[in-house]
């Protein structure tokens, strides 16, 4: 057979449909990636004609040798594409072919636009609250949700006082907004129920479920006095204890033999505690000598630290002799963070039973980097953030300083702990080539800090990308902290 007789008895087109249908929501002017993503794409775009290619069937089955659109009246909503394949139809022999495909433009809402239009009505809300004097562990968790794509189905995010609230628009969405906090924090909660409306004839009824969640008052780098009994029951620990990690568990060590401990959520809210002292209330040493007491296990090693109060320079020779879980990184000249218990007063009924001549003078809790910090050093990463209301009620002025404190001291923890920071996601800067400038012209100040933490290039994302993918299956198995 000759060519033009083979096209004329040979359709390679067949099975590949000629009209399709794509969905546009003219609020946000996105369209509808199925099965459920909305992408922004402009007439004529390479996305565009990404997102019809991939709406027809069959094509996988030929050579796709071009793609281009044909023009039709914007307000049309009709979209037309031209293509030209190939398929081999006999030994040797392969033909070509063009045809077009009509896409028709349907118009749809997508969720978040339905929600705005709905006023935000929601059926059920999450509040969530911790009572302690930062909010570090709130930035953390949103890290966790933003990370785990947690907060997909929110209608809307409200920043209270003491926590955020999560409003839903069905129960079943804050059921597993609950779920998720309850895998990655210690919490409890209580559910309530108030009836909004009521119809006698069918038996119906509208609730409004509300879902109060309180996570654990103690945070990272607290010291907590644990009762003797739980004490004993955790392997013979002492009742002095620092937290070194907050998961779905409480984990406490030793800072005088480095033995660690486990507290479950359940143990816990049996025999609730408050924490003894928190990250305010730590005090800045000067570490005068170290000497190493056994070997070194990864960043920890028992040592005997010898420290003096920085403000005390100058003042009065007051040393302390300080056994330690930081002697693998501390040398004499390095600055420490710690708690004062010679001269504070605590009021804990446990602390108070305890033989003071057995307490240590300080508790030292973590190395810090103060000429770094009084430069100010430009970071060349950045963190997400979700979209939260905040409440009217709230003193925003005075609220300003302690928020930026927070941030502060959660970025600081990010830097200094890898497996932290390995739990969520770092974003490079919009301008990474300007921070890294700015951050040589300051490392001139602070060469004595060679060994100051950084973040890598790889453990950075490239871009900011949220609400556009479903939550990563892999990932929700991995929801440690």
Sequence with gaps: ?????????????????????????????????????????QLESRE????????????????????????????SKRIKVKLTIQKEVFASTILQQIFEVEYIVSHQQCEECTRLAAQNTWKAVVQV???????????????????????????????????????????????????????????????????????????TSNYKFTYSVEIVPICRDDLVCIPKKLANSMGSLSQLLLCTRVSNSIQLMDVNTMIHGELPSSVYWRNPFPSLASV??????????????????????????????????????????????????????????GYDLARSNYNNDEFDKMNR???????????????????????????????????????????????ENDMEMFMRDIEEDPEFRSTINIFKSQNPTAATEHSMATDTDVEEEEDFPEISLEEMLDEMQLNTEGPDEDEDEEMMM
């Design 1 to 41: 057979m000759c060519v033009n007789c083979i096209r004329n008895e040979v359709d390679i087109t067949e099975g590949i449909p000629k009209q399709a249908t794509i969905h546009y929501c003219r609020n946000c002017e996105r369209y509808l990636q199925p099965p459920g993503i909305w992408v922004v794409a």
């Design 48 to 75: 565009l004609l990404t997102l019809c290619l991939k709406k027809l069937k069959g094509l996988n089955k030929v050579r796709l040798v071009d793609a281009g659109f044909i023009w039709t009246e914007p307000h």
């Design 129 to 203: 609250r911790q009572k302690v004097e930062h909010k570090r562990t709130f930035l953390y968790l949103e890290q966790l949700i933003l990370k785990h794509n947690a907060h997909k189905d929110t209608t809307n995010i409200k920043e209270t006082k003491d926590g955020i609230d999560f409003y839903y628009g069905q129960r079943a969405h804050a059921i597993k907004m609950v779920e998720f906090l309850n895998a990655v924090v210690p919490i409890k909660y209580k559910t309530s129920e108030q009836l909004i409306s009521m119809d006698i004839h069918t038996s």
């Design 280 to 337: 305010k209330t730590m005090i800045e040493y000067t570490v005068l000598d170290v000497e190493l007491l056994g070997p070194t296990k990864g960043k920890l090693a028992l040592a005997d630290v010898h420290v003096a109060r920085s403000s005390d320079f100058g003042r009065n020779d007051d040393i302390s002799i300080v056994r330690s879980h930081l002697g693998a990184i501390l040398n004499p000249g390095d600055t420490v963070l």
């Design 357 to 403: 001549h057995d307490l240590p003078d300080v508790i030292l809790v973590r190395k810090s980097y103060p000429a770094r910090r009084k430069k100010n050093k430009a970071r060349n990463w950045k963190l997400a953030q979700l979209g939260k209301e905040v409440d009217e009620m709230l003193p925003r002025k005075q609220e300003q300083a302690r928020i």
